[in-house]
């Protein structure tokens, strides 16, 4: 080979080198630039995904204090749980042993339905203890807030329970649906622990 030849290869394969490495660059480039595109576009959704402090506090516990409840009471003003009004009463032994009788009148006596209640508040009186009651006050019709009904009897039941005024539902001292009227379950039981002899734990 002469020696322009040898040059003109040893050129050519110089300029080749050149574009191998100018490649490579651009790839790295681009490579880097598409990841950060992509950390950027997915930002939001990050942002979206991580609960602020707000989110949190909405669904943390709620602690309620019923040492001033009497018997025959609710507890009043009403605490709210996640945006839902937590009824609590405290039956008195006369209407804990009216719940333990006659259940007729009633749609779901024996807690079937057990999205409604934690497996705890499958009893008579649909709670840990049979005096204090703890109820969603959501109607399971179409959502109204029922009224406790502390002095009067429903004619179904022969006691006080809980009246909804949207449209007719009744429920019994322990959230259970009265047969016949519109809302198809008992009241919801939220999951709840006591903390101590007086101190509720919702959530
Ligand atoms: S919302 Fe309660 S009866 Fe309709």
Redo the contacts with the bound molecule.
Sequence with gaps: MSDGAVENASNEAGEESGTNSRRYFLIQATSAVAAVGAVGAAWPFIKYWTPSAKAKAAGAPVKIDVSKLAPGEMLSPIVAWRGKPIFVVYRDQSAIDSLEGDTSGLADPDSKNPEQQPEFAVNPWRSERPELGVYVGI?T????S?KYVETENFEETGQGGFF?P????KFDLAGRVVAG???PYNLEVPPYRFESDTVIVIG
Excluded: M, R
């Excluded at 019709?141 to 109204?144: F, Q």
């Excluded at 949207?166 to 539902?169: D, E, F, I, M, N």
């Design positions: 109607c019709h179409l959502g109204c029922p909804c949207c449209h007719g539902s009227v519109p809302a």
